[in-house]
């Protein structure tokens, strides 16, 4: 296993930019999900996917935010016209199915000026 | 709704010594897992030790043990013989049908 890998690390953009993020999971999971995380807090659920198929997304998720997963592989997580209020650490994870162990990837540190 | 509880924002101890960190929840659904994971300050959220709602034993993993109460609706985490690199912030989190719900976590820190 090579675990979770996530590009890039960080990123600073200015408010109303365009972002996105990856997510490369562990080869042989179908699961794949993002969460985010500020400061001093818990990570929050985002959305999750089974194989390609997106199959719940948060409240969290604004229209500003799309995720896609083509071929059942990598992830990503893009934020539209970003706003102050989007800077935090967005995860990813992976596990074989469901009840299975998530694994975590570094997260990609987002601040926006 | 799933929710997690840690009521210990920040927990301190000496090296070798025993801490216990507590964690109660609240879930309708009657086949989940809880998990216990750490998070060291370079941030990489790293599994320590997971348990099936449907086992009565407790699971360890070597230093590290759980108290899970069902009926209470508890999962405490106990590390034993703390050594310094256990230092992180740690949650205890609940999947059900398909995520992970979170605690807001609790900052241990081991004492020389």
């Known amino acids: 296993d090579t675990g979770v890998s996530q590009d890039p690390r960080h990123k600073i953009t200015k408010r109303g930019q365009n972002v996105t993020f990856r997510c490369d999971p562990i080869?042989?999971?179908?699961?794949l999900y993002w969460y985010r995380q500020t400061l001093g807090q818990g990570p929050e659920f985002l959305t999750y996917?089974?194989?390609?198929?997106?199959?719940?997304k948060s409240r969290l998720l604004s229209d500003r935010f799309s995720a896609e997963r083509p071929k059942g592989s990598f992830s990503t997580l893009e934020i539209q016209r970003t706003e102050q209020g989007d800077s935090a650490m967005y995860l990813c994870?992976?596990?074989?199915?469901?009840?299975?162990?998530?694994?975590f990837g570094p997260g990609t540190r987002l601040l926006v000026l | 709704a799933q929710t997690v509880t840690q009521s210990q924002p920040e927990m301190s101890v000496q090296e070798a010594e025993t801490v216990t960190l507590s964690c109660t929840y609240d879930?309708?659904?009657?086949?989940?897992?809880l998990f216990w994971y750490k998070q060291p300050p370079s941030r990489q959220m790293i599994l320590v030790i997971r348990?099936?709602?449907?086992?009565?034993q407790n699971a360890t993993e070597n230093r590290f043990s759980v108290n899970f109460q069902k009926a209470a609706k508890s999962f405490s985490l106990k590390i034993s013989d703390s050594q310094l690199g256990d230092a992180a912030m740690y949650f205890c989190?609940?999947?059900?049908?398909?995520?992970?719900?979170f605690g807001q976590g609790t900052r241990l820190t081991i004492n020389p």
């Open positions: 996917f089974q194989n390609e198929a997106q199959l719940e």
């Open positions: 879930t309708s659904e009657s086949d989940y897992y």
């Open positions: 994870a992976s596990s074989r199915g469901w009840g299975e162990t998530q694994y």
């Open positions: 348990q099936e709602a449907y086992k009565q």
């Open positions: 080869s042989e999971h179908n699961r």
């Open positions: 989190a609940l999947q059900g049908a398909q995520k992970l719900v």
